[in-house]
């Protein structure tokens, strides 16, 4: 079973699924690999390992050896061809639709896509849409892309729609890591009633009601990054588990 179909199953089954996300620059190697263990214990579907921006220059054994300490599919989320490891099960393979920087859209795939087929990886297709939150977020300033107003559901929807017309599997709405404002749950209803394909949310989830209301509004997958590297409390992450798993 190819990792996209893994989530597919998660989805069918559970209603939504729980996509941890850590960042190699945040923690220590050893607490890396320790809460990735934690997370796959507590009821994470999968694993996300990457971010914005990298300083780590140790990436593929960082992937390595949290891919050794879990049986969940562990996927790769960044951008540029530094943040790839034949070690993952699948990576996110993100064109960002929402802004207009055509190394973004597809200048970096082009560069990655021969190594990606050299390493076995498997790509996920994703059309990735930053949503403002409120400040500067470092995927915009990384970026070099401005944000989708959280008040224009309409753009939102054009926007994903535009993904599954070019062939994408899923959309990702990301209000970047530590948002101050989440994605609205407004502009998810929007996009889940305008697309077929699964929609992946993202950035400043603090509660697992926050992650819960994403799911009630059509989210099929919920990242939940930052707060969870800041804790490493196996009780929240339970607690997050429990409130996406919605058939659980």
């Known amino acids: 079973m190819s990792t996209f179909d893994h989530l597919m199953d998660i989805r069918a ?14 923690l220590e190697k050893k ?29 593929d054994r960082m992937v390595r050896e ?13 951008a540029g061809n530094n ?14 639709i929402s802004g207009r920087n055509p190394e973004l859209l597809v200048g970096q795939h082009v560069k990655a896509a021969p190594i990606l087929k050299a390493y076995g990886l ?22 070099n892309t401005k944000p989708m107003p959280r008040d224009k559901p309409d753009i939102a929807m054009a926007h994903a729609l ?16 530590g948002a101050e404002q989440m994605v ?16 992946i949310v993202g950035g400043g989830l603090r509660r697992p009601e926050d992650a819960e209301a994403r799911v009630e509004a059509g989210a099929s997958f919920v990242v939940v990054g930052s707060i969870l590297e800041v804790r490493r409390d196996a009780s929240m992450v339970r607690a997050f588990a429990q409130a996406i798993h919605r058939s659980d």
């Open 184 to 199: 609205p749950e407004e502009m998810l209803e929007a996009v889940a009633g305008y697309v077929s394909i699964p929609i």
């Open 31 to 59: 607490d890396l690999v320790q809460t990735a263990a934690m997370f796959e214990e507590n009821g994470a579907d999968a694993i996300l390992v990457g971010g914005s921006f990298l300083l780590s220059t140790d990436f």
């Open 122 to 143: 498997e790509p996920i297709s994703t059309g990735y849409m930053l949503v403002d939150s409120g400040r500067q977020t470092t995927v915009e300033y990384i970026s």
């Open 83 to 96: 943040q790839i490891s034949a070690a993952a099960d699948a990576i996110l393979y993100l064109s960002m």
């Open 162 to 177: 535009a993904a599954e017309y070019l062939g994408m599997q899923c959309v990702y709405l990301d209000a970047g890591s």
């Open 66 to 78: 949290i891919k050794h300490a879990v049986r969940v599919p562990v996927i790769i989320f960044g």
């Open 13 to 26: 089954r559970l209603g939504a699924g729980f996509l941890p996300l850590l960042d190699p620059d945040r």
